[in-house]
């Protein structure tokens, strides 16, 4: 994804955050990190790729590092 993280961690919005997410399912990702700021945009993306992701919002670089080191159990 693309995006900026201020000075002090905060994770702040982006543009265009519908072709994004259509990219990022097309290349086969399953987990998308949006920032919050962002996340009332989710509703413009179709509902046939919704269905393929998981969208995950967040206010901190924490709060995403956090979600996208978590170990999955097999």
Sequence with gaps: MTGEVTLHGQVTGIGGLALKVRAAAKAG???????????KEVSQVPDTILAQVEIVPVKTIEEALERVLQRTTP
Excluded at 29 to 39: G, Q, T
């Design 29 to 39: 990702r399953k987990l998308i990190v949006i920032p919050c700021e962002n996340a």
